[in-house]
């Protein structure tokens, strides 16, 4: 099976009006509708990026490889990734509610387009645009920044259950499964109270 790695992710900020509004408090007041702070650049934090995507791929069966994980890795190491994908992600929808505690509630639906990059050749192979989307439905303990990740996470699966990857990295090595869940919208079991 061939290699893979995340080699960059942008949220293109100007891609058209978002839906969803920045709300704050307890009771989810309107701080008005969803806006980027003007000293975004669009670059996204590419460690925490890197790190979901290559869990989520390795979670499908697929040999993803994640520099991030390696606190020894060099930049020669790109040239031994067979292919690299490049993520360019904008917002449909940013319904967020952020309150103290962190606390956050709401609806995070992502256009993600993937290029995948084949380093032997040195050129785009392929693009494939994929929709990640995340929902807490109640206060979770964890910033708002979690369901742009999880929505991440979930735009990798799409990636995956496309089937696309296949043409390049090989078959995976488990059969595709459920989609990630978040550990929000999903929480563990009650523990048993058998003895």
Not at 17 to 43: E, V
């Amino acid at each position: 099976m061939k290699t893979v790695k995340l080699s960059k992710a942008l949220m293109d900020k100007d891609a058209g009006p978002i839906k969803g509004t920045m709300r704050g408090g307890l009771w989810c007041i309107s701080n008005g509708p969803f806006k980027w702070n003007p000293n975004f650049n669009g670059t996204l934090n590419y460690e925490k990026y890197d790190r979901l995507f290559e869990k989520e791929l390795t979670r499908d069966g697929y040999k993803a490889v994640s520099p991030s994980e390696d606190l020894f890795a060099q930049a020669k190491d790109a040239d031994a990734t067979d292919f690299l994908v490049g993520a360019t992600v904008s917002a449909d929808t940013m319904d967020i509610c952020g309150a103290v505690g962190p606390q956050s509630k709401g609806t995070v639906i992502l256009n993600i387009e993937f290029k995948i990059f084949d380093t032997a050749k040195k050129e785009v192979v392929d693009t494939i645009k994929v929709v990640g989307s995340a929902k807490y439905e109640k206060f979770q303990p964890t910033t708002e920044d979690s369901l742009i990740y999880d929505a991440f996470t979930d735009g990798v699966y799409q990636l995956a259950a496309s089937g696309k990857l296949t043409t390049y990295l090989g078959e995976p090595s488990v059969k595709l499964p459920a989609p990630p869940q978040s550990i929000y919208t999903n929480p563990p079991p009650k523990p048993s109270t058998d003895q």
